[in-house]
């Protein structure tokens, strides 16, 4: 018995160091962070804070950083269901090397990304170049109306870039879903005498669908906090394509830290609030999957 208890007695011991060790690590690494920002915001008056936040060139970041964000999330949840059915249902040269591009934006650098894109769709870029003035279709769109395509400094290049660092989140939530989903589901409902069409909505759908609100939740929240990418190809030009992490970077640059920190949190509570709800989604997946 008394085996026993030093036994418990040192699992009990290793158990509350490696949660004390958990809990120190979280707080250096995230907490102690954010409590600063906090603690920085303080230095100024709430009239002050207010009126930084609620700033002008501040409200059309806001706008232009969230709305981007949303199409963009919105994009990919789309055309992230489509990959990740390819890449499960179907086979195909190539196909894990496809598999692994889709991590592509996780591992490779902002910058490296940025000046990627501005090459292609810049002006006398790959693909820009053809939209440029002189061109056939730099022609055929002044007939219609539009003078100059711009698909780098503009908004077109805010939702590129940030269509291209939220890639992986939809498929990577979806794909282990589909994996999971039984063929002779599929087959009874062919046989009980649906279309793919019916088979899809009605019993493939519903079971995808709260991993593809998870994935679309977490694009979301990676699309607001996008900075290195946007910076190279938006321009940020104030009221126009600046978004709010590229606002926040000029603040700093002003030596402007309590307007810099008050943007910031208004940033950190956003993400907040998506944590949670994300969290909920969770919830409401796994119950629904039991």
């Known amino acids: 018995m008394l085996a026993i208890s030093v036994a418990v007695s040192h699992q009990r011991f290793h158990r509350s160091l490696l949660q004390g060790l958990a809990l120190t690590y979280i707080s250096f690494i995230v907490l102690l962070p954010l409590g ?7 230095k100024s008056s709430w009239t002050e ?13 806001y706008k232009l950083c969230f709305s981007a964000a949303l199409l963009a999330a919105s994009i990919n949840s ?14 195909f040269p190539g196909k894990r090397l496809a598999d692994g591009l889709v991590d592509l934006p996780f591992a490779m650098p902002a910058v490296v990304a940025g000046i990627a894109l501005l090459s292609l769709y810049g002006s006398g870029g790959v693909i820009g170049q053809y939209l440029d003035p002189g061109t056939f279709l730099g022609e055929s769109l002044r007939l219609l109306g539009i003078e100059q395509v711009n698909l780098t400094s503009s908004v077109i290049g805010v939702v590129f870039a940030k269509v291209f660092v939220t890639l992986p989140f939809v ?13 002779e589901i599929e087959e009874a409902a062919h046989i009980l005498g ?34 290195g990418v946007v910076l190279i190809i938006s321009g940020n030009i104030p009221y126009e394509t600046m978004i709010t992490s590229v606002y926040i970077y000029r603040r700093l ?12 949190i208004v940033l950190l509570m956003i993400s907040m609030v998506i944590l949670i709800c994300t969290n909920l989604l969770q919830l409401w997946s796994r119950r629904y999957e039991a």
């Open 194 to 227: 649906a279309n793919s069409w019916q088979t899809f909505w009605r019993v493939i759908f519903p079971q995808i669908l709260p991993a593809t609100i998870t994935g679309f939740t977490l694009a979301f929240a990676r699309a607001i906090g996008e900075y």
């Open 171 to 183: 498929v990577r939530t979806v794909q282990p879903v589909l994996m999971g989903i039984e063929p």
């Open 49 to 61: 804070l207010w009126q930084v936040i609620t700033a002008p060139p501040a409200v059309a970041a």
């Open 36 to 42: 600063v920002i906090f603690l920085e915001a303080t």
């Open 78 to 91: 789309v055309f992230g269901v489509i990959l990740a059915w390819i890449l499960v249902r179907y086979e």
């Open 253 to 264: 640059e002003q030596y402007d830290y309590s307007g810099a920190t008050a943007v910031a």
